[in-house]
């Protein structure tokens, strides 16, 4: 069964807005409430934090913090720190970051696929429990292990648009976030893609797939969320965004449901003056999918 979740944007919605958020998200039925980190806005763990500790069933996902922006022993800290406190609900992600932002605290990697490629394994071993030594280029560990590693280990999700990016992210990562304004047919070709990086990789298994899609309610609803694009808007548009009623949200879910993902997370074009009554209507459009 195809979740349904929603975002809480660090744009239009301040640190402190997350606490009510969270529980109107989980009151509304919603299975995830995801979060972000851009910079330099609001911290992505201590946001996971705050929001599970207000909530008792709603899964919070990161998507995505940036990876050169910690030392990976430091993020499975993080990582398995929530993941024991508040078991089966956090979904973490990393990705490369804005690379200019990178650049702006000294943190731009030459080779953002080779910081993914050595950074995604050894997060993932560290968060099995395993004694992780390697010596790369961007992560070099020695014998690290982590004494309170989660017994209910998470997925690692990987945020990845261009085709390098979702092959490597299929080689290394347990899960993908899928960027907005995707077509359902382009989401279905980014699955793909994942998909033959694992294979390549010679792993067993399915990945997990998140895909973020604007969505707007109510009769002026696509209007509002082709508001997204600040310049030209695009002929086919109204394939990129969700908008309408309930109903029709719900059929633009099934779409990326049918192309194989398993987590569509509805964005709020621009600002929302009311999230709780945003993931009300999102909360019926769960119940309607699922």
Request: contains cysteine.
């Amino acid at each position: 069964m195809t979740s349904v979740g929603a975002i809480f944007s660090p744009y239009p919605n301040p640190p402190e807005a997350l606490h009510d958020a969270a529980i109107a998200a989980e009151r509304a039925g919603l299975d995830e409430l995801w979060l972000w980190e851009d910079c330099f806005r609001h911290s992505a763990f201590a946001a996971a934090s705050a929001a599970l500790a207000v909530t008792s069933t709603l899964r919070i996902g990161i998507g995505i913090a940036p990876m050169p922006l910690r030392n990976v022993a430091a993020t499975a800290m993080e990582i398995a720190t929530l993941a024991r406190m508040f078991p089966g609900r956090l979904l973490p992600g990393i990705g490369h970051g804005v690379q200019s932002w990178m650049a702006q605290v000294d943190a731009r990697p030459a080779s953002p696929l080779t910081l993914m490629r050595e950074y995604a394994p050894a997060l993932r071993a560290l968060l099995a429990g395993e004694s992780v030594t390697t010596s790369g280029r961007y992560v070099t560990l020695d014998a690290v292990r982590l004494d309170w590693p989660p017994a209910d280990v998470p997925l690692v999700y990987a945020a990845a648009e261009g085709p390098k990016t979702l092959l490597a992210c299929g080689a290394v990562a347990d899960g993908v976030v899928l960027n907005s304004l995707l077509t359902a047919e382009e989401a279905g070709r980014g699955v793909a893609a994942v998909s033959a990086g694992r294979a390549e990789a010679g792993r067993s298994g399915e990945h997990d797939v998140v895909a973020y899609a604007v969505a707007a309610f109510g009769s002026d609803g696509l209007d509002r969320a082709r508001s997204m694009w600040t310049g030209e808007v695009p002929g086919d548009a109204d394939e990129r965004i969700l908008g309408g009623s309930v109903d029709d949200v719900a059929s633009g879910v099934r779409r990326f449901a049918d192309a194989g993902v398993d987590h569509v997370v509805l964005l709020p074009p621009g600002e929302e003056p009311d999230l709780a009554a945003y993931f009300e209507q999102a909360g019926k459009v769960r119940r309607l999918v699922g």
